[in-house]
């Protein structure tokens, strides 16, 4: 964790956000290039070696980098994955830092494939918000019924 903070402190920090620079628009921008297949949009959002770890169903812990998501994004054709955010909430406890909760559906080539929580930590830096890590969790829920549930705020995730 140390190497990802001091890459946040070296990007420098700036004054308050708007809307629509915030942290849940960058959320919202990083599934835009999981969508039009765009690494390089991913990578502009993300410090350097930022971790983008999932926690599997079973417990244990999948260790990963964006980078890393964004290469296979790359490989993508426009359209083919949609990761669908929900019921997103931002946690701000200062100007400079945020964690986005956002519960998720995955559609891949048109078919819903799975769902879940991601958990992203944003630190705002001279260039704006820039995500410092992710994880994530499945749920073992059937996806339509749990949508219904978040978005119905009932946030206990199963």
């Avoid at 502009?44 to 260790?63: E, S």
């Avoid at 054709?77 to 949609?82: F, I, L, R, S, V």
Wanted: charged share 25%.
């Amino acid at each position: 964790m140390k190497p990802l903070l001091m890459a946040a402190l070296m990007l420098g920090f700036s004054l308050p956000a708007t809307a629509s620079d915030g942290p849940a628009h960058v959320v919202t921008k990083l599934f835009d290039g999981m969508r039009a297949g765009d690494g390089d949009a991913i990578r502009a959002l993300v410090v350097p070696g930022a971790k983008l770890d999932r926690l599997k169903k079973d417990g244990t812990l999948h260790q990963g980098t964006f980078e890393k998501w964004a290469g296979w994004v790359d490989t993508l054709k426009p359209g083919q994955a949609d990761e669908q955010v929900f019921g997103v909430r931002v946690l701000q406890a200062s100007d400079d830092l945020a964690t986005v909760w956002a519960p998720f559906q995955v559609l891949f080539d048109g078919e819903l494939v799975g769902c879940g929580v991601n958990q992203i930590t944003l630190a705002r830096a001279a260039t704006g918000w820039r995500i410092l890590y992710g994880i994530d969790q499945p749920t073992s829920e059937d996806c339509v019924r749990f949508r219904e549930r978040i978005e119905a705020g009932q946030t206990n995730i199963r």
